[in-house]
């Protein structure tokens, strides 16, 4: 069922996320998708990076399947599936207009937009966007890194941020620092940071503009913000 207007196509496709624990840094771990077969799951091009920084494998997939070759199944994965509340939960729909769902039997949707994220691991869902997407269709982001920025602390739903590129950062190359009253908020996460690094680059015209803030005990207080071509 979709709830308001429709904000474009379906979402099939995620990364999953691991964050490092030293740092934070974020390493494409697998892709979770849906296709006309059902549910798919493969191990990422990240994978062996996230290894050496204490990354296990997930108990559900226990080899190091490829997209050539992965794990499939008729329902979503128990791994991913836990992370979604229960229809029959009174407050469903509350939580589902807190965190933007659309779709919301779209399970996929309610991960991306969610993250599907919990307290008991590092693990976060991402829409998957490849780095040659020219961002037709907005691309909805959680604000990384804003509990290190004090700009984070000035922005309010629907205010319009700005976008600043900043080649010289240390950890990544292509990161784009998002600002708030002037102020370093935090970042456009980094599975998307070549992708908007090369639009801007470019000289597309991007805005970004906070959308909500998150309530859910496992990612409290963080910015949604939103992403579009002008």
Not at 50 to 58: P, S, T
Request: include cysteine; proline fraction near 6%; aromatic fraction near 8%.
């Amino acid at each position: 069922m979709a709830r308001g207007v429709d904000l474009g196509p379906s979402i099939d496709r995620l990364w999953v996320v691991w964050g490092e624990p030293d740092d934070g840094a974020r390493r494409i771990v697998g892709e979770l998708w849906r296709d006309p077969s059902g549910y798919a799951f493969a191990y990422g091009h990240e994978l062996a990076k996230a290894k050496q920084k204490g990354f296990r494998l997930l108990a559900e997939f226990p080899d190091e399947r490829t997209i050539n070759a992965p794990f499939r199944a008729s329902c979503l994965f128990a791994t991913f599936a836990q992370r979604i509340p229960s229809p029959k939960r009174r407050d469903f729909d509350r939580i589902m207009e807190s965190w933007g769902v659309v779709r919301t039997d779209n399970a996929l949707e309610v991960l991306a937009r969610s993250g599907g994220i919990q307290m008991t691991d590092r693990i976060e869902l991402l829409e998957a966007r490849s780095e040659p997407d020219e961002l037709r269709t907005p691309l909805v982001v959680r604000l990384a890194g804003m509990k290190k920025h004090a700009g984070a602390a000035h922005i309010c739903v629907g205010e319009l941020l700005t976008l600043e590129r900043e080649p010289t950062n240390e950890f990544d190359t292509h990161a784009t620092k998002i600002v708030a009253g002037g102020e370093k908020a935090g970042y456009v996460p980094r599975p998307y940071s070549a992708l908007v690094a090369r639009l801007l680059d470019a000289g597309v015209q991007l805005e970004a503009r906070a959308v909500r803030q998150l309530g859910d005990p496992a990612d409290v207080g963080r910015w949604v913000i939103g992403i579009a071509r002008t």
